[in-house]
């Protein structure tokens, strides 16, 4: 069964760091492009950053300039350093990648995490 799953997310206060983890289990071949998104109460799910295969990053504006995304292709995980946070990251982030799986080379789907949740106090 090929799964996502979060880690590292949790309580941390105003100005802290966190590291989350997205870990790719199953028959998977490869972890193509990915991203970290997060939803906050009342608010729509926004783009927090985005790597492509190649290397290529893409942030939110919230998160420019204190988040920096990173991946292991040979471990097929993805990684969301966090710092200088702030209450308004209060959240829960989801993990989403295009993975192909052995089954079938030429393609490619997509998955979400559940999501993990980080709250960071005032």
């Known amino acids: 069964q090929v799964q996502l799953v979060e880690s590292g997310g949790g309580l941390v206060q105003d100005g802290g760091s966190l590291r989350l983890s997205c870990a790719a289990s199953?028959?998977?071949?490869?972890?193509?492009?990915a991203g970290w998104y997060r939803q906050a109460p009342g608010k729509q799910r926004e783009l927090v950053a985005h790597?492509?295969?190649?290397?290529?990053?893409t942030y939110g504006d919230s998160a420019k300039g204190r988040f920096t995304i990173s991946r292991d292709n040979a471990k097929k995980m993805l990684y969301l350093q966090m710092s200088s946070l702030k209450p308004e990251d209060t959240a829960v982030y989801y993990c989403?990648?295009?993975?192909?799986?052995?089954?079938?080379?030429?393609?490619?789907?997509?998955?979400w995490g559940q999501g993990t949740q980080v709250t960071v106090s005032s």
């Open positions: 989403n990648a295009h993975l192909t799986t052995w089954d079938d080379l030429r393609y490619e789907d997509e998955y």
């Open positions: 790597v492509t295969i190649e290397g290529t990053t």
């Open positions: 199953g028959n998977i071949f490869s972890l193509n492009n």
